[in-house]
């Protein structure tokens, strides 16, 4: 059974730090995957915030995330993180895990989908 369980996600006040966690039960190996976070706030469309592959070298970020998270995964714990830290009121979201095959991308599908993690930053 497919299935992306994420936790971690909460309140906390800007400039704090939250560390949230998915853990995948994947079709074949995680390790195969890219995996990925999005997140949705109340009126906007989902946008990606980063992305890791594989092989862990090499990481996407959104331009609004940048140097204030970092994503890394555990393969042999089929889990991946993202560590957020200065949190502003604008990172409040609904924040989604998400894998794919192939390619690491911001805008090509992702087959599976967590079913997402509340992140509120209050001023």
């Known amino acids: 059974q497919v299935q992306l369980v994420e936790s971690g996600g909460g309140l906390v006040q800007a400039g704090g730090s939250l560390r949230l966690s998915c853990t995948a039960s994947l079709p074949i190996a995680f390790k195969t995957y890219v995996m990925a976070w999005f997140r949705q706030a109340p009126g906007k469309e989902r946008e990606f915030v980063a992305a890791?592959?594989?092989?862990?070298?090499?990481?996407d970020y959104a331009d609004s995330v940048k140097g204030r998270f970092t994503i890394s995964r555990d393969n042999a714990k089929n889990t991946v993180f993202l560590q957020m830290n200065s949190l502003k009121p604008e990172d409040t979201a609904v924040y989604y895990c998400?894998?794919?095959?192939?390619?690491?991308?911001?805008?090509?599908?992702?087959?599976?989908w967590g079913q997402g993690t509340q992140v509120t930053v209050s001023s």
């Open positions: 890791i592959p594989w092989y862990v070298a090499s990481s």
């Open positions: 998400a894998a794919r095959q192939g390619e690491m991308s911001r805008s090509l599908p992702y087959n599976y």
